[in-house]
């Protein structure tokens, strides 16, 4: 049974320039959260899909954006890259009911330069 | 910004020894849950503890709850080389959000 698996690994972009990360559920779950962690800080929860729908959000500006399909993958999108935006993207998934434990991806780590 | 935040953000013992890292948290929790991260990966979870409930053990793992102090401890005993890594306490709202802290980095030393 795969666990969450998350593309690209590694990734470097230019300021300006936009950007979509992709996530794979673990079999099973239909929820999908997305975080983002800065170097020697703790992962911020950027925001939530359920049901192909945004259901939790976090404080981020809308230049980040996602998605969900229907086969419970997703991804995220950020627009007009900002140097502050370099940092480890984590995707974590859940089954839905209950905030029970999330499966965490090995992540993704965005360079901006 | 973080609601949770760990206590020591940096801890290292020997081998053999017992590690004991803290959280304290905000506001009121539907449950916390404890996690582990090596150099900069994914995050492993390791145990959930609900806000009814007062202490979880899981193999070495001891985990505390005090909500009257909303602050959480994670004991884990015998510690081993392997158990190097960063440890991060998470609480869960009923709104389902994830609120993780700024860690513990736990080293240990063989």
């Known amino acids: 049974d795969a666990g969450v698996t998350q593309s690209p690994t590694h990734l470097i972009k230019t300021r300006g320039q936009q950007v979509t990360l992709r996530c794979s559920p673990k079999?099973?779950?239909?929820?999908v959260s997305w975080y983002q962690q800065a170097l020697g800080q703790g992962p911020q929860f950027i925001f939530q899909?359920?049901?192909?729908?945004?259901?939790q959000r976090g404080n981020f500006p809308d230049r980040f954006s996602g998605h969900q399909f229907p086969n419970y993958s997703s991804e995220l999108n950020v627009n007009a890259l900002l140097l502050g935006d370099s940092a480890l993207y984590l995707c974590?998934?859940?089954?839905?009911?209950?905030?029970?434990?999330?499966?965490f991806g090995p992540g993704t780590r965005l360079t901006v330069t | 910004s973080q609601q949770g935040e760990e206590d020591p953000q940096a801890l290292s013992i020997q081998e053999g020894e017992n590690a004991t890292m803290n959280c304290s948290y905000k506001t009121s929790i539907n449950n916390l849950q404890w996690y582990r991260q090596n150099s900069g990966r994914g995050l492993v979870h390791l145990i959930l503890i609900r806000s009814n409930e007062r202490e979880k053990h899981s193999g070495r793992l001891r985990v505390t709850l005090d909500t009257s102090k909303k602050s959480s401890s994670l004991l884990i005993t015998a510690s081993r080389a392997a158990d190097t890594a960063s440890y991060f306490c998470?609480?869960?709202?009923?709104?389902?959000?994830?609120?993780f802290g700024t860690g513990t980095s736990l080293t240990v030393i063989p």
């Open positions: 899909y359920y049901e192909e729908e945004e259901r």
């Open positions: 974590a998934s859940s089954p839905g009911g209950p905030p029970y434990e999330q499966y």
């Open positions: 079999s099973g779950h239909d929820t």
């Open positions: 998470a609480t869960v709202s009923t709104g389902n959000q994830f609120y």
